[in-house]
């Protein structure tokens, strides 16, 4: 039987097992909160001449821990690794215990036979997060509706399969993108239900047989930072499923196996995006295809100063628009930089005596890259990097005065944000196909609509024009 996933705010009661000869078992009480992720609570008593808990006495105040633990419960066995010492509050009051916490790295919800000291090491890592259905548009379930004279539905007949999507190569390690089911019955003295789950995962796979959890994480964070720059819009990893040989059971050979870890529990605090507010992505997976996708892990290493700072922004959904600002407009930096001198951009260079690129200068090279089609108010390449440049200094600068305009920042944040998801394309191959609406007249209409809400136009200097301003 499969162990209940562990949801925010619940716990379990069991026993928790060192792996040590001649160590008693110790209560304890596992939890999974919003602060902390997953938490082991270890009642004891500190006093030495309690022979049962001295082992226990030992992982607090040395504050050393056995990396790896077993937690066994009524349900099943939970396997705990890399823990660390998480706190303690003692008391010599012989009417209470004091309590320890120990927080593993990795929880699977499962058991790994053998010795306990091994490091987690696994063959294959299925994750699931926002977002990846939309995207993929991958279903297992093909659907036929029987229909009688009236053309109304008398009969449904489904087929389900799991569907293999798409697979490409990062560096040693084979990735995919897949979806599967799940199907399930309950039935009750009123009720009988039937639910079938048809879900996206990627899954990512060693070229060396088994790899850490975290190096699994890294490379699937990859394609989820492509997504957020697709959509432009927070995405969470919600599950991770492991599956591996030494995890076998007797039902199984590579049983799925749930795995919680503190390198990504926080994301699955966030609210899950509503259809509305995700949207459509600038491409979908089949407009990418694999060997966009392979360019794009070739790409990550070098781009990697453009990707993070913008991921991060655009993954962060209590972002203001300044924070979004800073962290585009390094990436613009970034990007300038590795870009490389284009034709014209001298104009937007330094006048000092010996001049040079500025921040200007990295922006025009990203706008030039794009060669897109800019709403008429904004459409001058040499001004709109200068506007870019100057919200970002005055934003960053204490000795630049006030803070810029709040509809001045308004328009920049957007226009940044276009920039680096629009050059997040380019980092697939797959510009010349995908970036064509936006290098026509009209690809941009939500930055219109606000161009003309707040009346702005930009001068050859980069400065803003209000229409009001005309009529002082």
């Known amino acids: ?7 925010f705010g619940d716990s379990l009661s069991g026993l928790l097992i060192d792996g040590v000869d001649g160590t008693p078992y110790v209560g304890a009480t596992i939890l999974m909160t919003q602060e902390r992720g997953i938490t ?76 306990l000291e091994p490091p987690l090491v696994i063959e294959e890592l299925r994750s699931r997060l926002d977002g990846l259905n939309e995207w993929s548009r991958l279903s297992c379930v093909e659907q036929k509706n029987g229909l009688n004279e009236a053309n109304k539905v008398r009969s449904v007949e489904m087929h389900i399969q799991q569907n293999d999507g798409l697979t490409w190569r990062q560096g040693e390690v084979t990735m995919a993108i897949r979806a599967g089911w ?17 879900n996206a995962f990627i899954e990512s796979s060693s070229d060396s047989g088994q790899m850490p959890f975290l190096d699994h994480l890294i490379e699937q964070r990859k394609v989820a930072n492509l997504m957020v720059f697709l959509f432009g819009l927070p995405l969470s990893f919600r599950e991770h499923n492991l599956r591996d040989e030494l995890f076998a059971t007797s039902t199984s050979k590579r049983p799925e196996i749930e795995v919680v870890s503190s390198y990504s529990y926080r994301e699955r605090r966030n609210e899950v995006p509503t259809p509305k507010k995700l949207g459509r992505p600038l491409a979908h997976m089949a407009q990418i295809g694999s060997e966009g996708l392979e360019a794009w892990s070739e ?9 993070l700072p913008s991921a991060g922004a655009l993954g962060n959904p209590a972002s203001f628009l300044e924070d979004i600002i800073v962290s585009t407009s390094m990436s613009i930096e ?8 284009r034709p014209g951009e001298r104009e937007t260079w ?39 440049a100057n919200n970002y200094n005055d934003v960053k600068h204490f000795d630049r005065g006030d803070f810029p305009q709040h509809d001045e920042s308004h328009v920049v944040s957007e226009v940044n944000q276009m920039i680096v998801r629009l050059l997040a394309i380019c980092l697939t191959g797959k510009e010349k196909e995908l970036l ?5 007249d009209g690809g941009f209409h939500e930055i219109q609509q606000m161009l003309d809400a707040y009346t702005l136009s930009l001068d050859k200097g980069g400065k803003w024009k209000r229409a009001s301003d005309k009529q002082l």
Not at 334 to 341: D, F, Q, T, W
Not at 369 to 385: C, F, G, K
Not at 436 to 440: A, F, G, K, L, V
């Open 334 to 341: 970034a990007a300038g930089v590795i870009i490389g001198e």
């Open 182 to 198: 799940r199907y399930s019955t309950s039935e009750d003295g009123y009720n009988r239900l039937i639910s079938l789950q048809d």
């Open 1 to 7: 039987m499969q162990m209940k996933r562990l949801e």
């Open 436 to 440: 064509t609406p936006y290098r026509r």
């Open 40 to 115: 082991v609570e270890v009642p004891y008593l500190p006093d030495p001449s309690i022979e049962q808990f001295n082992h226990v006495l030992t992982w607090f105040r040395d504050q050393s821990p056995p990396s790896n633990m077993l937690f066994a419960t009524r349900d099943g066995t939970i396997s705990l690794f890399d823990v660390v010492w998480s706190g303690q509050t003692e008391t010599w009051d012989g009417s209470r215990t004091s309590v320890g916490t120990l927080r593993p790295t990795v929880t699977a919800f499962g058991v790994r036979p053998g010795p």
């Open 299 to 307: 790409n990550y290493e070098t781009w990697k100063r453009f990707i």
């Open 350 to 388: 330094s006048r000092a005596r010996n001049p040079k690129p500025t921040t200007a200068t990295y922006a025009f090279r990203c706008l030039d890259v794009l060669d897109a089609h800019w709403p008429d108010p904004i459409a001058d390449r040499v001004s709109l990097a200068r506007a870019v």
